[in-house]
């Protein structure tokens, strides 16, 4: 797989290598319309099924299945390649996908969540894999820059379509409609399967990584649970989930990764950082143009379609700027983000210019799209074949932790200090906090310079 393009062009779409990336993307595609459309259709589905009051756990069930199969995926990736992983979890997203659409419960349609988050959460961390196999490092800001496009297309019109469908036929649709085209995804990938190059098997075992990653899923199940119910029960769930969290990630991260030592340890607490503050500060803004300002839902969804074009748009920009050094970017993108971040609390009060959020919001996104892809680069080069499973899982639970976490304290801030139809005393400090966060972020970027060698 050495075919060259061409100086400044990348080789994503030579004859060889077409197959992997149209594969991968229609993947990762269609991963994000079912996450941009589940939410949208829930209640509806909910209510059909008769678990109002498991409202929550279709996304608690997804989520904890998920955090478990990246880590698990992570290490058979290291022991056997990425092949068994791009083969199985796939296929276990579209049995999942099946038995949702079909639930005829509660019971049923959790099943299918949970298959859904093991295929989903195998199949992402097998995807990077792959991308360290396939493409070449100069090749690799363009991959993840695609993966960042494929994002766009669902985020513009998944929730509206997810809608319609609920609406003119059934919810069920938003499952079963997906279920060809992750079939087809597959069959584009078994052709690069086959070719791939022999796997150098990881040497020794990681001790407690099955149970870790049962601990990391309980755990952060049980924080997002306790987080969106507070309550004195609900506190003690809490304490339970972060005790059994604390300890499985001294297993699944990469040692120093807590205390930002210097090269791959500090890519993946970045990674933390970024999505943390990024997906926390966004979760409140539908909320805040909706009470404070009276926008419509239509209406208050816009900034986070503008933020979606931006992310897209800088993805696309650093994957043609590969001389600029990643840890530049990185930096470049933490400053973005606190800067939309910071502009956000502006809208808090009833007074703000809420006009501005679309603009502040694209300008966020923007910094994501500069440093989320370079981060997925950094990690990859300080990879090899031993440890490139465990580092891209490593790199996932890392994302999942640190928006679980800080999406959950801006939730308990707002039923706690506020209200959910008078947020501005919680959004408020809140997003200062998390302007903070990503500052903090931008600082420790000169860490990363170190991340090619560090392994």
Same mark, same amino acid.
């Given at each position: 797989?050495?075919?060259?393009?061409?100086?400044? /062009?990348?080789?994503?779409?030579?004859?060889?290598?077409?197959?992997?990336?149209?594969?991968?993307?229609?993947?990762?595609?269609?991963?994000?319309?079912?996450?941009?459309?589940?939410?949208? @259709?829930? &209640?509806?589905?909910?209510?059909?099924?008769?678990?109002?009051?498991?409202?929550?756990?279709?996304?608690?069930?997804?989520?904890?299945?998920?955090?478990?199969?990246?880590?698990?995926?992570?290490?058979?990736?290291?022991?056997?390649?990425?092949?068994?992983?791009?083969?199985?979890? &796939?296929?276990?997203?579209?049995?999942?996908?099946?038995?949702?659409?079909?639930?005829?419960?509660?019971?049923?349609?959790?099943?299918?969540? =949970?298959?859904?988050?093991?295929?989903?959460?195998?199949?992402?961390?097998?995807?990077?894999?792959?991308?360290?196999?396939?493409?070449?490092?100069?090749?690799?800001?363009?991959? $993840?820059?695609?993966?960042?496009?494929?994002?766009? =297309?669902?985020?513009?019109?998944?929730?509206? *379509?997810?809608?319609?469908?609920?609406?003119?036929?059934?919810?069920?649709?938003? $499952?079963?409609?997906?279920?060809?085209?992750?079939?087809?995804?597959?069959?584009?990938?078994?052709?690069?399967?086959?070719?791939?190059?022999?796997?150098?098997?990881?040497?020794?075992?990681?001790?407690?990584? &099955?149970?870790? @990653?049962?601990?990391?899923?309980?755990?952060?199940?049980?924080?997002?649970?306790?987080?969106?119910?507070?309550?004195?029960?609900?506190?003690?769930?809490?304490?339970?989930?972060?005790?059994?969290?604390?300890?499985?990630?001294?297993? #699944?991260?990469?040692?120093?990764?807590?205390?930002?030592?210097?090269?791959?340890?500090?890519?993946?607490?970045?990674? @933390?950082?970024? %999505?943390?503050?990024?997906?926390?500060?966004?979760?409140?803004?539908?909320?805040?143009?909706?009470?404070?300002?009276?926008?419509?839902? =239509?209406?208050?969804?816009?900034?986070?379609? #503008?933020?979606?074009?931006?992310?897209?748009?800088?993805?696309?920009?650093?994957?043609?700027?590969?001389?600029?050094?990643?840890? /530049?970017?990185?930096?470049?993108?933490?400053?973005?983000? @606190?800067?939309?971040?910071?502009?956000?609390?502006?809208? %808090?009060?009833?007074?703000?210019?809420?006009?501005?959020?679309?603009?502040?919001?694209?300008?966020?996104?923007?910094?994501?799209?500069?440093?989320?892809?370079?981060?997925?680069?950094?990690?990859?080069?300080?990879?090899?074949?031993?440890?490139?499973?465990?580092?891209?899982?490593?790199?996932?639970?890392?994302?999942?932790?640190?928006?679980? *976490?800080? =999406?959950?304290?801006?939730?308990? #801030?707002?039923?706690?200090?506020?209200?959910?139809?008078?947020?501005?005393?919680?959004? #408020?400090? $809140?997003?200062?906090?998390?302007?903070?966060?990503?500052?903090?972020?931008?600082?420790?970027?000169?860490?990363?310079?170190?991340?090619?060698?560090?392994?």
């Amino acid at each position: 797989m050495s075919t060259e393009a061409p100086a400044g /062009k990348s080789n994503l779409w030579t004859a060889e290598r077409r197959g992997p990336t149209i594969g991968i993307v229609l993947l990762v595609t269609l991963l994000a319309f079912e996450n941009m459309g589940v939410s949208t @259709a829930m &209640p509806r589905m909910v209510a059909e099924l008769g678990g109002n009051d498991l409202y929550a756990w279709p996304f608690l069930a997804f989520l904890a299945a998920s955090v478990v199969a990246t880590v698990l995926s992570g290490r058979l990736s290291d022991l056997r390649g990425p092949r068994p992983s791009l083969l199985v979890g &796939p296929a276990l997203f579209l049995v999942g996908l099946v038995v949702a659409g079909l639930a005829q419960d509660m019971v049923q349609l959790l099943l299918g969540r =949970v298959l859904q988050g093991i295929g989903g959460g195998a199949q992402v961390v097998a995807v990077y894999v792959l991308i360290g196999l396939v493409y070449p490092e100069r090749d690799r800001p363009a991959v $993840f820059g695609l993966l960042a496009s494929a994002w766009v =297309v669902p985020s513009l019109v998944g929730p509206a *379509l997810s809608g319609w469908l609920t609406e003119v036929a059934s919810w069920r649709w938003v $499952f079963l409609g997906l279920a060809p085209f992750v079939l087809l995804g597959v069959l584009l990938l078994v052709p690069v399967l086959r070719n791939l190059p022999a796997h150098t098997p990881a040497q020794g075992t990681r001790r407690g990584l &099955p149970w870790a @990653a049962l601990g990391a899923g309980g755990g952060v199940a049980a924080l997002s649970w306790a987080a969106q119910h507070p309550s004195e029960l609900d506190l003690v769930i809490g304490a339970a989930g972060l005790a059994a969290l604390v300890p499985s990630l001294r297993v #699944l991260l990469p040692k120093g990764t807590l205390t930002a030592r210097p090269g791959l340890p500090m890519a993946i607490l970045a990674r @933390a950082l970024l %999505a943390g503050s990024f997906f926390a500060a966004e979760a409140f803004i539908p909320l805040t143009l909706t009470s404070v300002h009276g926008y419509s839902a =239509v209406a208050s969804g816009v900034p986070l379609t #503008l933020s979606a074009l931006g992310w897209s748009s800088a993805a696309w920009w650093q994957s043609r700027r590969t001389h600029i050094p990643r840890e /530049k970017l990185v930096r470049w993108g933490f400053a973005l983000n @606190a800067a939309g971040i910071a502009g956000v609390t502006l809208i %808090a009060p009833s007074w703000g210019p809420a006009w501005a959020t679309p603009v502040l919001w694209a300008i966020a996104g923007a910094g994501m799209g500069l440093a989320m892809p370079s981060l997925s680069v950094l990690t990859l080069a300080a990879s090899t074949d031993v440890d490139r499973g465990f580092n891209s899982a490593a790199l996932q639970i890392s994302d999942m932790l640190g928006s679980a *976490l800080l =999406v959950g304290l801006g939730g308990v #801030l707002v039923t706690t200090i506020a209200s959910a139809t008078a947020p501005t005393a919680a959004v #408020l400090p $809140f997003d200062l906090l998390m302007a903070g966060v990503a500052v903090l972020g931008a600082v420790l970027a000169g860490r990363l310079r170190r991340a090619t060698l560090d392994h």
